[in-house]
T-cell receptor
C-alpha cells in the first residue's frame, strides 16, 4: 500500500449506531487530519493531529471523536449521528516541520450515509 | 479566520484551449497556496502549490501565479486534454511552527469539450 488509505470506502449507518472510520498513511509523515466534504460546500477541517497530539478541534460536535494511536493511524469514531452528517470524510497527512507544515496528501475518503 | 473565494464554479473549454481558475483569500498572513484536482470517486490530489515568497510556478502544462498585494492566485492549464476534466480546489494556509489545516475554496468543475 502506498500513500494514504481509508476504510471503509462506503458506510451506511443508522442514527443510533456506533461505527469507526480508519485512516493509515504510508508516507512517514507525522501529522494527520480529518476533513469533511459535503455537497456544495468547501472542504471543512475537523481535526488536526501532530506527533499524535490533537492540535486543532474545529468546533466539531462531540458525536465525532478522533483517535490517533500512532503517527501512521487515525480513527474517527462516530455515534448517534444525524442525517446532515452524511458526507465524504477525507483523511490527509503531512510532514510537520518546526518551520511549518505544507504539502497535505489525501486519502480516497469514506462516503458516509446516515439513515 | 481565513476565507477563500473561488471562481468560476463551472468552466467549459474546448480541448486544446487554456483554462484559468481564480481564487482570492482574506488573510494577508497566509503563506502557502496549493491546488488540488479531484476526480469522481477519489480524494483530492495535490497538483501544484506556491509559497508566498514566489510569484509564479510552472510544471509542464500547469502554472500558478500569486499576487500578494491583491490577495489572489490563479491556476492556468494550457493545451487542455480530456483527462483534465475534474473538480479543482484552491486552498490557503498560514503555515508556521506546526501542523495547520487548509482553508478551501468551493471548487471549479472543469469540463473539457472534445
Amino acid at each position: 500500500e502506498t500513500g494514504v488509505t481509508q476504510t471503509p470506502r462506503h458506510l451506511v449507518m443508522g442514527m443510533t449506531n456506533k461505527k469507526s472510520l480508519k485512516c493509515e498513511q504510508h508516507l512517514g509523515h507525522n501529522a494527520m487530519y480529518w476533513y469533511k466534504q459535503s455537497a456544495k460546500k468547501p472542504l471543512e477541517l475537523m481535526f488536526v493531529y501532530s506527533l499524535e497530539e490533537r492540535v486543532e478541534n474545529n468546533s466539531v460536535p462531540s458525536r465525532f471523536s478522533p483517535e490517533c494511536p500512532n503517527s501512521s493511524h487515525l480513527f474517527l469514531h462516530l455515534h448517534t449521528l444525524q442525517p446532515e452528517d452524511s458526507a465524504l470524510y477525507l483523511c490527509a497527512s503531512s510532514q510537520d516541520y518546526s518551520g511549518g507544515s505544507y504539502e497535505q496528501y489525501f486519502g480516497p475518503g469514506t462516503r458516509l450515509t446516515v439513515t | 479566520g481565513e476565507n477563500v473565494e473561488q471562481h468560476p464554479s463551472t468552466l467549459s473549454v474546448q480541448e486544446g484551449d487554456s483554462a484559468v481558475i481564480k481564487c482570492t483569500y482574506s488573510d494577508s498572513a497566509s503563506n502557502y497556496f496549493p491546488w488540488y484536482k479531484q476526480e469522481l470517486g477519489k480524494g483530492p490530489q495535490l497538483i501544484i502549490d506556491i509559497r508566498s515568497n514566489v510569484g509564479e510556478k510552472k510544471d509542464q502544462r500547469i502554472a500558478v501565479t500569486l499576487n500578494k498585494t491583491a490577495k489572489h492566485f490563479s491556476l492556468h492549464i494550457t493545451e487542455t486534454q480530456p483527462e483534465d476534466s475534474a473538480v479543482y480546489f484552491c486552498a490557503a494556509i498560514l503555515s508556521g511552527g506546526g501542523a495547520d489545516g487548509l482553508t478551501f475554496g468551493k471548487g471549479t468543475h472543469l469540463i473539457i469539450q472534445p
